[in-house]
């Protein structure tokens, strides 16, 4: 399962952030994530990790929304954002399917 996320660098040349996505399962990978020039909003921040929970989970065929889950509650103990407002943030995105609402509906009325 999901432990943490941490930033790492940029590769300029790529336009690309790295982060390092540390769990139980897989251990620890690097992720490179599209660059956003709003990098500084907790929001748009939040929002380039969660893309690179869902590519990275989605790749290795693993529970999605219940890995999200524990990215939300390791985000709300560093940042202080709630549950409720990452899930509106999410509403919005392309990778926010209606598949992957449906599951994380469902770990959310399980915490």
Known sequence: MFQSIRYVGSIPELKSYIYIITDSDFGVVDVIVAENKRFWDLREGALERQTAI??????RKLNVAANLVMYFRFYEKHF???VATQMQWLLHQELYTPELKADLQKYLTLI
Do not use: C, F, L
């Open 54 to 59: 869902i590519r990275e989970y989605s790749k």
């Open 80 to 82: 202080g954002i709630s």
